[in-house]
């Protein structure tokens, strides 16, 4: 539980309430907004050292600016950790961020959002401090002159550049087709900047690539997913398709963005990848909600043809009986796969089920190449879904007039019980080395 006490300290209420008071007053009238980083260096100074302010009555000392939002940040973070959102005078929001797991300061952020003339919140920058509540970075987010972010600034203890950058909509680099058997990922996008990607994209005759991305409907579907923070976006496509490409690497790409503003367009993704001639899809997403799948369902029930590989989740539970969706869907073209150790036993967190999931594969502590290029290490039910995508794409290479039933039925052919009692928490069974089993 949340716990609400009064501020221990008039004088830092009263700090925030100046801060509000002089920011506006210091603005011309027509702009009263002040300068985003120089009022979260403020902001964070007068919050940061409080165990607990108050959310209310922090609310009330900062003068017009009202509490729109408050949660603890859950049961591991502790009940000093909390997440609170302000409405500003002028419209904008604040976001104040305390981590403190066992009682102890770990980490302590504010953030700044700015509202537009459609009231949609833009995010603007953020401050980070330590447990000392010194600033350590901040990160600003550059918008083009239409509005869309490109790219995130990162900042030094001062809050001067630092001199990098990460891209968030950058061009896809020119290029030609290479050749091979097409392999949609429906995901958070890709880095398709990197060199070991760009050149295994699937593009038409003119060299453009044919993925999309159906989040922002642009042709550039770039691996971003600001839904936990806009200014820490995960990045989850690229690890995904590392794997993809080291166990099929005469795969090309087909990477899309998927549609989190609104999942009906999930038609017109299934679609896109039907006509580009995809006849694999690596899908290792989901969620708790069937409702969001409805439009996804109805499309891949429309193309039979085409085999959905789709991660079982990563929540720990029998989707049985506790549904992941859309992987506890019945239809004849999904293979739904969750993770193991090397040993055969399921992977930590990784979720079953004896009629929703098919197989268990080998996809803990798994070499993969991260957003920046860099080796990392990959665990977890999404990365079960490439491996057995590059599975199909290397049986769909040497038997080129298979589709979703003849995949299926190989893939699932491949399948053994796994070592120990031969006890499986899936329906039917484990491949131990997909990388290792090719066309017979």
Sequence with gaps: MLRLTAIPSTALGL????????????QPTADPRPDPLGYLRQALAATCTLIDPGAEALGERLGETALIGQKALGPRAGPDSWRRRYELPWGDQVVLLRSAPDGLLRRFAVEYHQQQPDDALRPIA??????????????????????????????GADLASAGAAEPLNPPVPPGRDPGGVAVALFD????????????RLARDESGRALGYDFWELDARPFDNNPVVSPFYPVRHGTAVASVLL????????????????????????????????????????????????????????????????????????????????????????????????????????????????????????????????????????????PRVAALAARLLAANPDWRAPELKAEILARAAPPPGDGHSPVRHGWIADPARVGPR
């Excluded at 350590?136 to 790219?151: I, K, M, N, T």
């Design 188 to 199: 958070s996008g890709l880095n398709y900047t990197l060199p070991t990607f760009s050149g």
């Design 15 to 26: 700090l925030l309430s100046a801060l509000c008071t002089a920011a506006a007053a210091d």
């Design 126 to 155: 953020t401050v980070i401090a330590g447990s000392d509540c010194r600033i350590f970075h901040g990160r600003l987010v550059r918008h083009d002159l239409e509005g869309h972010a490109v790219e995130i600034e990162l900042l």
């Design 246 to 385: 080291g166990e099929a690497p005469g795969a090309r790409f087909l990477p899309y963005r998927y549609p989190r503003p609104e999942m009906s367009r999930m038609t017109d993704m299934v679609e896109a990848a039907a006509k580009a001639g995809a006849r694999i899809v690596a899908m290792p997403m989901g969620s708790n909600r069937r409702e969001d799948w409805a439009a996804f369902a109805a499309a891949a029930r429309a193309h039979p043809e085409i085999l959905f590989v789709i991660s079982a989740g990563n929540n720990g539970r029998d989707i049985d009986t506790a549904p992941v969706y859309p992987a506890a869907l019945p239809l004849d073209n999904f293979l739904v796969v969750t993770s193991s150790d090397p040993l055969g036993r399921l992977g930590p967190g990784s979720n079953w089920g004896r009629q929703s999931v098919d197989l268990m594969i080998p996809a803990e502590n798994l070499r993969v190449v991260d957003f920046t290029g860099a080796p990392a290490r990959g665990a977890g039910s999404s990365f079960a879904v």
